[in-house]
């Protein structure tokens, strides 16, 4: 196999920005939500920022994980599109030069973008144009580069689109056809909200392990606690991830269900943070370790990720990463 984990989503470039809750007031949205925005409120957002640095890295979700993955020595490859301008140039070079082969298209729209809005608290509200990315299409999967591949994993984001929805069951039928396992994120819960009708039957059909964090758990479910959230998961999909940011985190298969205690941290921007989660636990897997550890590696990720501006970690990862790594190869 060339790759141990495929990804498809929406490349978009992050544009982080520290404000005051007063801010977020003043241009109209709720703390630690997620916003699908046109390329004219954007501009409106940018503007009110006045002076206010912003900081552009890659990102995107899925991204960010596959990003994460090869941060820890695996091989990923990642597919989306992203608009022929220069975000969309230096989101396939710095996608490449971090490890990760693109299948990245570009066409004639602006690359997607997020606005980061993070808080003093570190609590972080997204509003997101999405450009070029949601012009994804069955042609822009490289099918036979999918099918080297030893796990598919996507996001919710791809059913926000009729013609992403059509990239993405042409991915997933692929993946099924040629016996490799598919990951899912269920993204926000906005994005939940969106596909609470439909949602349920693709984890039961077509994905063998979900990601979730607590508000997206309970609201995919309708349930108030945690376990109701997780034990109704478990019905839908063999394997279940819930985050619960300071409190750890929820892992569980087909046999077993582990509870991942946190790393207590000084959080600087939540960015990043189930992102991190999902690399740390994917690449686990990928080397086949417990579920347990595939658990601490994912929650140690996300402890380090949220110290720091931005969605991925800096420096020497696997060295920063040696407590929960140790005798894991690259």
């Not at 439909?198 to 376990?227: C, I, K, S, Y």
């Not at 992102?275 to 140690?300: H, M, T």
């Amino acid at each position: 196999m060339d790759y141990d984990v495929f990804g498809i989503e929406n490349p978009l470039i992050d544009l982080l920005a520290s404000v005051s809750d007063g801010f977020l007031e003043q241009v109209g949205v709720d703390k630690d939500k997620m916003y699908l925005i046109d390329l004219p409120r954007l501009q409106e957002i940018v503007k009110a920022l006045g002076d206010t640095p912003i900081h552009p890295e890659p990102g995107g979700s899925c991204a960010n994980t596959l990003l994460g993955m090869a941060q820890l020595g695996a091989r990923t490859a990642y597919c989306g599109k992203v608009g022929r301008d220069d975000y969309g140039r230096v989101y396939v070079e710095k996608l490449e030069a971090a490890g990760v082969t693109s299948f990245v298209k570009a066409d004639g729209h602006n690359t997607g973008s997020t606005l980061i809005l993070v808080t003093p608290d570190a609590a972080r509200t997204m509003n997101t144009y999405l450009g070029a990315c949601q012009e994804l299409a069955p042609p822009d999967v490289p099918l036979e580069a999918l099918k080297r591949a030893k796990r598919l994993y996507m996001t919710g984001y791809l059913w926000d689109t009729e013609s992403q929805q059509q990239a993405a069951w042409l991915g997933l039928r692929t993946a099924r056809e040629a016996g490799i396992p598919i990951a899912m994120s269920l993204s926000d819960p906005f994005c939940v909200a969106r596909h609470k009708a439909f949602f349920p039957d693709l984890l039961r059909n077509h994905v063998d392990l979900v990601f979730a964090n607590r508000e997206e758990a309970l609201a995919l479910t309708g349930t108030e606690h945690t376990g109701d959230a997780l034990k109704k998961l478990r019905g839908m999909c063999e394997g279940v991830v819930i985050t619960l940011g300071g409190e750890g985190a929820l892992v569980a298969d087909k046999g077993n269900t582990v509870k991942v205690p946190a790393n207590p941290v000084q959080a600087v921007d939540t960015t990043g943070a189930g992102d991190a989660f999902a690399a740390g636990f994917l690449y686990g897997k990928s080397r086949g370790v417990s579920l347990e550890q595939c658990g601490r590696i994912g929650g140690y990720f996300a402890s380090r990720v949220i110290t720091q501006m931005g969605p991925r970690l800096k420096g020497n990862v696997r060295q920063l990463l040696e407590p929960v790594l140790q005798g894991i190869p690259a």
